[in-house]
């Protein structure tokens, strides 16, 4: 008689790992938020992985009292879960502050935590601190497990304050099926999409805008954003240029895709950057950009390739940039197709599968003991 064999047991699945990501609201504007909701829609807070609000809108005593809430319902959540590890995503100056409550009470209950700095000017944030801030500020970034950074050109800056941590690059996603390429239909536009700030080079696209009428009296210039409107509105008065000009509040995102796709360029003229999501959206939806080689793109693009540089606070190359791209349909098609090139090799699938691979390295040092120094990728 033959002997009956015992059922093969199955491998036992490996556990999901219990991450909490923190960062401001997900319904708030900017670039961080649209990292995060890029994220979500491609299904990233699912097996474990869950988003934690670090405050709410509203007036700056509305936020204090938010963040105070919000941290306090952290503290009392790690009372009853402990996560594998907390991924927190910051800006600069109050946006990093905010998180401070959350690293030390991390540090304190020894789970391991990650950070993840989105903007180029955080460094000068760091070196524009004297005496206990900075010192302060540096020691909160050593006690990190890692530390991600969205431009690559940071890891060498950081590597110098930071020689025992673990680096890593992490590019911002973009989910191309949403931003479907299209080079049809497209009117004579200049399209500004962002923070209506000087920083962000809004003032110098008006110094350049009667430049480049002079050439081609029937472009129009189209901003969408916050911050400084009616500022920039009285400014384009006095210029006699508001015949010319469309401004309009923060759009929504079906908004977002029509101006992308029926303008002829997108101008980011800024005077620091991280990787603005702006431009990945523009790349993907076949809109040629003239921007700045500044942050996480002088690294990552080539003038003339995906994009056209201009020096930032250069309104007269600006406004020449602007007309030649106007005039050449052959030049907005070839950066339209290398641009889209670009976009596809940092869709958002493989930014999860990066940051997934992060979280399993992280975990695994934790778990082994003391965290190996130096690492950069």
């Known amino acids: 008689m033959s002997e009956v064999q015992a059922p093969a047991v199955a491998a036992a699945k490996p556990k999901p790992l219990?991450?909490?990501?923190?960062?401001?609201?997900?319904?708030?504007?900017?670039?961080?938020?649209?990292?995060?909701?890029?994220?979500?829609?491609?299904?990233?807070?699912?097996?474990?992985?869950?988003?934690?609000?670090?405050?709410?809108?509203?007036?700056?005593?509305?936020?204090?009292?938010?963040?105070?809430?919000?941290?306090?319902?952290?503290?009392?959540?790690?009372?009853?879960?402990?996560?594998?590890?907390v991924h927190i995503h910051f800006s600069s100056d109050m946006s990093f502050w905010r998180k401070v409550p959350y690293m030390l009470l991390l540090h304190q209950r020894r789970i391991p935590l990650v950070l993840h700095v989105h903007p180029s000017h955080f460094w000068d944030y760091v070196q524009s601190r004297h005496g206990w801030v900075k010192r302060f500020i540096v020691a909160l970034l050593r006690r990190s497990d890692a530390v991600i950074f969205a431009n690559r050109a940071l890891i060498e800056r950081f590597r110098l304050l930071l020689p025992k941590q673990r680096l890593y690059h992490v590019h911002n996603p973009?989910?191309?099926?949403?931003?479907?390429f299209s080079r049809n239909g497209r009117r004579e536009q200049a399209l500004f999409l962002g923070a209506v700030l000087k920083g962000k080079g809004v003032y110098d696209i008006v110094r350049a805008a009667p430049l480049v009428l002079a050439q081609r009296p029937h472009c129009r210039f189209v901003f969408c954003g916050d911050h400084e409107i009616d500022k920039l509105r009285q400014t384009v008065q006095e210029h006699g240029l508001q015949d010319h000009f469309e401004i309009h509040p923060w759009v929504d995102y079906a908004e977002k895709k029509r101006l992308l796709a029926e303008?002829?360029?997108?101008?980011?003229?800024?005077?620091?950057?991280?990787?603005?999501?702006?431009v990945l959206e523009a790349m993907a939806s076949g809109l040629p950009v003239i921007t700045t080689p500044v942050g996480g793109m002088a690294e990552a693009l080539q003038d003339g390739a995906e994009v056209l540089f201009v020096e930032p606070a250069n309104p007269t190359l600006l406004a020449e940039r602007t007309i030649h791209l106007l005039e050449h349909a052959d030049l907005q098609q070839r950066l339209a197709e290398r641009a889209l090139a670009y976009v596809q090799r940092h869709c958002v699938e493989q930014v999860i599968q990066r940051t997934m691979a992060i979280y399993q390295e992280i975990a695994a040092g934790a778990a082994a003991g003391p965290r190996r120094s130096?690492?950069?990728?």
């Open 174 to 180: 973009i989910d191309t099926r949403l931003f479907p």
């Open 263 to 278: 303008s002829s360029l997108l101008l980011l003229p800024s005077y620091s950057e991280g990787f603005p999501v702006v």
């Open 18 to 85: 219990q991450v909490v990501v923190i960062s401001l609201s997900r319904h708030r504007r900017g670039g961080v938020a649209t990292v995060l909701n890029t994220l979500a829609d491609a299904g990233f807070f699912t097996n474990g992985i869950c988003h934690h609000s670090s405050c709410g809108d509203g007036v700056k005593l509305v936020k204090f009292f938010s963040a105070l809430r919000q941290w306090l319902s952290f503290a009392w959540r790690l009372g009853r879960s402990r996560p594998d590890l």
């Open 374 to 377: 130096g690492k950069s990728v």
